[in-house]
T-cell receptor, first 116, second 112 residues
């Protein structure tokens, strides 16, 4: 089991360029999430998905779009990158809650994105 | 607005010391509180707490939740250099997907 994988690991963009970050999970999880982590601010939820074909906005969705065409993949797109989007991006996945089991989120290794 | 605050933000101790990390929260529709350890890359899960006063323990780490006072602590006894990491507290609120609100993290450094 690879768990949660992310590609690419690093990327440098110029302002205005676009790119897509790919997240894949092999645990058959229903839920998937995209976070960004900035120094001193912890992780903040960008978008999430509760199943194939569904997406919803999180805490900081502006400037990002997402798609979940297959259950195992969750794509994060930046249409026109801005320096404020320089961050480390983490993908995570989890199963729906059933009672109070420890259905924690499993995180990928992250993508470090720099926008110049 | 949901809020999670961790303290201290940074802590440096010697190997063998015991440390206590704090997490306080203000959220609507509380469901659970989670602790993660983050070394160089992905956060890794430590504990999920849903009930007040019930301690969860894993080796030298333990954690407890107080839902009346809205806080949790993470204790690490007999610290080792491998415990050096950022410890993240997150709170799950609402229904449906497990939407987490994270604190800023506590950077723990264990000196030999």
């Amino acid at each position: 089991n690879a768990g949660v994988t992310q590609t690419p690991k690093f990327r440098v963009l110029k302002t205005g360029q676009s790119m897509t970050l790919l997240c894949a999970q092999d645990m058959n999880h229903e839920y998937m999430y995209w976070y960004r982590q900035d120094p001193g601010m912890g992780l903040r939820l960008i978008h999430y998905s509760v199943g194939e074909g569904t997406t919803a906005k999180g805490e900081v969705p502006d400037g990002y779009n997402v798609s979940r065409l297959k259950k195992q993949n969750f794509l994060l797109g930046l249409e026109s990158a801005a320096p404020s989007q320089t961050s480390v991006y983490f993908c995570a996945s989890s199963q729906p809650r059933t009672g109070y089991n420890d259905n924690e989120q499993f995180f990928g290794p992250g993508t470090r994105l720099t926008v110049l | 607005e949901d809020k999670v605050v961790q303290s201290p933000l940074s802590l440096v101790v010697h190997e063998g010391d015991t440390v206590t990390l704090n997490c306080s929260y203000e959220v609507t529709n509380f469901r659970s509180l989670l602790w993660y350890k983050q070394e160089k890359k992905a956060p890794t899960f430590l504990f999920m707490l849903t009930s007040s006063g019930i301690e969860k323990k894993s080796g030298r780490l333990s954690s407890i939740l107080d839902k009346k006072e809205l806080f949790s602590i993470l204790n690490i006894t007999a610290t080792q250099t491998g415990d050096s990491a950022v410890y993240l507290c997150a709170v799950e609120s609402g229904q449906g997907a497990q939407k987490l609100v994270f604190g800023q993290g506590t950077r723990l450094t264990i000196n030999p």
